[in-house]
T-cell receptor
Framework: GQQLNQSPQSMFIQEGEDVSMNCTSSSIFNTWLWYKQDPGEGPVLLIALYKAGELTSNGRLTAQFGITRKDSFLNISASIPSDVGIYFCAGQRATGGTSYGKLTFGQGTILTVHP | DTEVTQTPKHLVMGMTNKKSLKCEQHMGHRAMYWYKQKAKKPPELMFVYSYEKLSINESVPSRFSPECPNSSLLNLHLHALQPEDSALYLC???????????FGQGTRLTVV
């Protein structure tokens, strides 16, 4: 099946630092989504990207949909302790076939922020 | 409002029990999903409903039985589960099957 390679697997940073994580795929996606998940909770949608090259911000978060449609990155600026959690990228195809509408998730990036 | 509500939040059940997980959304979304998630792993798709009809079953064992009584509700009926089925079960919904999904807070299931 489709695979998303998300990196890094984990990050340990100081409060105030910027963070960058990315996802790459061997397949093309029509939509890229970024989620954050706190322990014991469901994933929360941070940013949705719909067009190749699109750059979207949500507060301190910025994400881009790669030109090739096979990659995306998420940046967090000036990290704070509440940014701690697991960040997942997810790609979605909008064409037919058995993968239609399915989300393919990356393995996640565990972010730890030291005060 | 992007709220998907799941009940119960926690559930402990024996291997011979029958229980149900419930999910509700009032956003007018026509696609609803069940996912299973193990610790520190990404969610794994189980079932997709589109316009109240089962659209995708990811070869899930029959001890998991989904039901979509109406466009706002999604149930997951559980019977004769195994300890390895213990996980966080997530419900999600989206406006249509190809749009971004919003997740509930999950049900933490423990099978003893």
């Amino acid at each position: 099946g489709q695979q998303l390679n998300q990196s890094p697997q984990s990050m340990f940073i100081q409060e105030g630092e910027d963070v960058s994580m990315n996802c790459t795929s061997s397949s093309i996606f029509n939509t890229w989504l970024w989620y954050k998940q706190d322990p014991g909770e469901g994933p929360v949608l941070l940013i949705a990207l719909y067009k190749a090259g699109e750059l979207t911000s949500n507060g301190r978060l910025t994400a881009q949909f790669g030109i090739t449609r096979k990659d995306s990155f998420l940046n967090i600026s000036a990290s704070i302790p509440s940014d701690v959690g697991i960040y997942f990228c997810a790609g979605q195809r909008a064409t037919g076939g058995t993968s239609y509408g399915k989300l393919t998730f990356g393995q996640g990036t565990i972010l730890t922020v030291h005060p | 409002d992007t709220e998907v509500t799941q009940t119960p939040k926690h559930l402990v059940m024996g291997m011979t029990n029958k229980k149900s997980l419930k999910c509700e959304q009032h956003m007018g979304h026509r696609a609803m999903y069940w996912y299973k998630q193990k610790a520190k792993k990404p969610p794994e798709l189980m079932f997709v409903y589109s316009y109240e009809k089962l659209s995708i079953n990811e070869s899930v064992p029959s001890r998991f039985s989904p039901e979509c009584p109406n466009s706002s509700l999604l149930n997951l009926h559980l019977h004769a589960l195994q300890p390895e089925d213990s996980a966080l079960y997530l419900c999600a919904s989206s406006r249509y099957i190809r749009t971004e999904a919003f997740f509930g807070q999950g049900t933490r299931l423990t099978v003893v």
